[in-house]
């Protein structure tokens, strides 16, 4: 936009041999508030002047001895590449304002001048030579920049072609995108979409090109290209509706990268995560299953005291001496009143029989006390060889479960280490509804958090250990709070706990809580931790989700 300050600023320069003229011009312009006024009477000296000044405006007189003012617009061309004439000439002579004007003129005034006409004259001249020359500047930045993104498009590491939107006519194509299709440019640019099939089904282009009809561009869109070797590859794509001179049917810029290797990669870590889950299942039944036999070793070692102790007792029996006593009796059958009355050996018979009556009742009830803890012992292996069959079973299997029949499940597997360490077990059931859910998932996340938690207790070195375990329903998720007074999570660590390969423990491996916390989101629960630091125990709460039918009001 041209102000009126721009106008009044604008160089003009008067070329008149009269000096009447000269001054009658410069003061009538000066009056109009025009700041850059300078003036000759020489016209040769114009050319030069010009080529120095580039004058906005030039009020030439045509008639001057010397060099006449259509002399001087024919050099003045020379200057003006562009053959534009900022020149208003002055004349009294009709016939030369035409000629002037084919000359390269813009404009004139007649004399004796019209204050009023040539002020006019004069701004309107000035303003159109600005708005020229603003043009040929925005012109000049807008070839600069053509030709940059020229230079972009040609050499730009992303493929780019230019096409019609109706038939795929190819109407441009990028370096990268020639190579990756395997045409030259002339090749491609010489066929269509269509003709050379690239698009690898072809129903879909005609869905993507009615999309950006409709709303003007398709950004981030995955699409299957075909190379010229018949090779197909993943593309991300995006399309823009263009203006194109030249083409009055629509144009659209297309831009894609290849991300097939991505897209084999997204694939590969997808078949690795599942792996990487099926491992964290084994290892966790096989964690599992360790506890189990440790604890079936541990009540295998009372099963072997028990017997043993009857056996020494068996050993040790009074029972041999009663046969010794049937023998003596046998004996004298035939004098036995004779023989217990007057005999010394059977008159110590009575009291020697009432004596071994208490031994063998004191052996008996020795004998039923290890018998019941052996039976008791028995059936605890019994129980627990029947969780290991349960535990055996296929993973991934929907069950309908107690959670709280669950919890105590991973509290039996891991009874024999809490007891051994001393750790005192809490428990605050309250009713649940049952969910159907991966039961074996959620006792491996369980088995884990609870022998994590005894392991805490046992590293404190306190004396009274305890694990506090809380099952409860609140806000539709069923809520299992594992916390103990073991050595605490320190804030640095509390954030990492979950990564892989996260541990603190010289044997660990970092493998278990991330398998839980994987395992738990599998599964549609979470599982997070929290502690006020070292020393200061820690929780974990494991949240499942209720189904819609068995859901509780808390």
């Known amino acids: 936009m041209i102000s009126s300050s721009d106008i009044l600023k604008a160089s003009i320069l008067i070329v008149d041999d009269q000096d009447a003229n000269v001054a009658l011009l410069e003061g009538m312009l000066r009056g109009a508030g025009y700041v850059s006024v300078t003036s000759t009477k020489d016209p040769r000296e114009v050319c030069e002047l010009h080529r120095t000044n580039r004058y906005s405006l030039i009020?030439?007189?045509l008639l001057m001895p010397g060099l006449d003012g259509f002399e001087v617009m024919a050099e003045l061309k020379a200057i003006e590449a562009d053959g534009y004439l900022p020149v208003l000439v002055q004349t009294a002579q009709p016939d030369h304002k035409v000629r002037a004007l084919k000359a390269g003129a813009k404009d004139f005034v007649s004399k004796p001048f019209d204050l009023a006409e040539v002020l006019l004259r004069v701004r309107n001249l000035i303003e159109v030579r600005l708005l020229h020359l603003e043009t040929k500047r925005l012109y000049a930045r807008e070839q600069k920049v053509c030709e940059q993104l020229l230079l972009v498009f040609r050499s730009g590491p992303i493929a780019v072609s230019i096409n019609t939107v109706s038939d795929?006519?190819?109407i441009d194509a990028n370096e990268e995108c020639c190579k990756f299709f395997g045409y030259s440019r002339e090749e491609l640019?010489?066929?269509?979409?269509?003709?050379l099939s690239l698009w690898a089904n072809p129903e879909d282009r005609a869905s993507v090109m009615q999309r950006l009809l409709n709303e003007g561009s398709v950004r981030g869109l995955e699409t299957r290209q075909r190379l010229r070797s018949g090779e197909v590859r993943e593309v991300l794509v995006s399309l823009e509706l263009i203006e194109l001179a030249g083409e009055s049917d629509p144009v659209s810029i297309t831009m894609f990268i290849d991300i097939t290797e991505r897209k084999q990669a997204e694939e590969q870590l997808k078949e690795t995560h599942k792996q990487l889950l099926a491992l964290?299942?084994?290892?966790?039944?096989?964690?599992?299953a360790?506890?189990?036999?440790h604890n079936v070793g541990n009540v295998l070692n009372s099963v072997n005291v028990a017997s043993s102790l009857l056996a020494n007792s068996l050993r040790k029996s009074k029972v041999a001496s009663l046969s010794k006593v049937v023998?003596?009796?046998?004996?004298?059958?035939e004098d036995l009143g004779a023989f217990l009355t007057s005999d010394p050996r059977g008159k110590q018979l009575p009291g020697y029989l009432a004596?071994?009556?208490?031994?063998?009742?004191?052996?008996?009830?020795?004998a039923l006390n290890e018998l019941a803890h052996l039976q008791k012992n028995i059936e605890h292996i019994k129980h627990i060889v029947v969780l290991q069959q349960d535990l055996a079973k296929v993973s991934g299997v929907m069950e309908t479960v107690q959670i709280n029949d669950l919890m105590e499940d991973a509290l039996r597997i891991n009874s024999s280490a809490l007891a051994r360490h001393d750790v005192e077990v809490i428990r605050e059931f309250v009713e649940v509804p049952p969910i159907t859910i991966d039961k074996?998932?959620?006792?491996?996340?369980?088995?884990?958090?609870?022998?994590?938690?005894?392991?805490a207790c046992n590293d404190s070195g306190r004396d009274d250990k305890q694990l506090a375990v809380r099952v409860y329903n609140g806000n539709g998720l069923i809520k299992i709070v594992i916390a103990d007074n073991g050595i605490g999570i320190p804030p640095e660590n509390l954030a990492r706990i979950f990564n892989q390969g996260f541990t603190t423990k010289k044997d660990g491996h970092g493998f278990g809580l991330r398998s839980s916390v994987l395992a738990a989101k599998e599964i549609g629960g979470s599982l997070y931790a929290s502690s006020e630091g070292s020393g200061r125990g820690a929780t974990f709460t494991l949240e499942l989700p209720i189904g819609p039918e068995s859901r509780l009001k808390s």
């Open 189 to 195: 640019m010489g066929g269509s979409i269509q003709e």
């Open 327 to 333: 023998t003596m009796l046998h004996e004298h059958q």
């Open 355 to 366: 004596e071994l009556a208490g031994h063998l009742v004191g052996e008996q009830a020795s």
């Open 168 to 170: 795929g006519r190819i």
């Open 290 to 293: 360790t506890n189990v036999l």
């Open 59 to 61: 009020i030439l007189d």
């Open 440 to 455: 074996h998932r959620v006792l491996q996340i369980l088995v884990n958090l609870v022998r994590n938690a005894k392991q």
């Open 280 to 288: 964290s299942r084994q290892a966790g039944r096989a964690e599992i």
